[in-house]
């Protein structure tokens, strides 16, 4: 069994999981900070890939795949070996994004996508997923005004495309009611990270009741 803990920041593009993860980072004592896709050298190299804005021709399969397939290289890598040392590992997207985006909006099928991504993950799932909930409209607001940002291949989908991943974290909220703990990320960045915090501390001391 796993001596460390496995938290997931989720939510549409410019819910402030990035912003948010960073603060908790810093107020916390030994915590790893990572991303998917991402994370460790060969997922950032696939990270390129799906995320060029000029692969406009990738297959939803294709990304569906690429996807789990940097998921399983950096968990293995990275996460893995992080939780068997007993560290607090935060990481920015995992497995409900690959729910959320190709499962439900771009319409692979919810269960189709889990069925890889067990393949990928066996039984590694977070124990505590927090989802940054947003209307899309204004998480694209706040991307758009971040001009420093790089703007990728699915930052440029259609507002419809955003619902529907918005549509689909929904659906993940009612699969995974013991998991998944949502936030309203459209509260101020001060209120939205007081919530996360708390949510933090309460699962580190939930399973490490003596720290
Ligand atoms: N609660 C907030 N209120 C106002 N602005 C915010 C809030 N949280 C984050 N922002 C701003 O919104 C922009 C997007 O935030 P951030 O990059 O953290 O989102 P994200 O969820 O990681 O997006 P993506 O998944 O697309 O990378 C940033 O400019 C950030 O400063
Ligand atoms: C892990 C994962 C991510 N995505 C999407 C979500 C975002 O649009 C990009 C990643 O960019 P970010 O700035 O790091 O959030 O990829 C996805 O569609 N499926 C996934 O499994």
């Known amino acids: 069994m796993n001596k460390g803990i496995f938290i997931t920041f989720e939510g ?15 107020q916390l004592e030994n915590v790893l900070l990572t991303r998917e896709p991402g994370g460790i050298d060969i997922a950032e190299q696939i990270r390129r890939v799906i ?64 069925k890889i991504n067990q393949f990928a993950i066996e039984d590694m799932m977070p124990d505590l997923t927090i989802y940054f909930d947003i209307e899309p ?9 971040n001009k420093g940002r790089e703007v990728n291949r699915l930052d440029l989908e259609n507002l419809d495309f955003h619902h529907k991943v918005r549509e689909g974290y929904a659906i993940l909220m009612e699969r995974f009611p013991n998991r998944i703990v949502k936030i309203d990320a459209s509260d101020t960045l001060e209120k939205v990270f007081e919530k996360t915090i708390k949510l933090v501390i309460e699962k580190i001391e939930q399973k490490r009741p003596s720290v």
Not at 12 to 26: F, S
Not at 72 to 98: N, T, W, Y
Request: charged share 30%; with cysteine; glycine share 8%.
């Open 137 to 145: 409209e204004l998480g694209l607001k706040r991307i758009n005004k």
């Open 51 to 114: 995320l060029a804005r000029e692969n406009t021709a990738m297959d939803p399969r294709t990304e569906a795949l690429l996807y789990a397939a940097a998921r399983r290289q950096h968990l293995m890598e990275k996460v893995k070996p992080a939780l068997e040392e007993g560290i607090v590992v935060l990481c920015d997207r995992f497995v409900d994004s690959s729910l959320a985006y190709q499962g439900h909006a771009r319409g692979l099928g919810i269960d189709e996508v889990l």
């Open 12 to 26: 549409p593009d410019g819910a402030g999981k990035t912003t948010i993860i960073n603060m908790v980072t810093e």
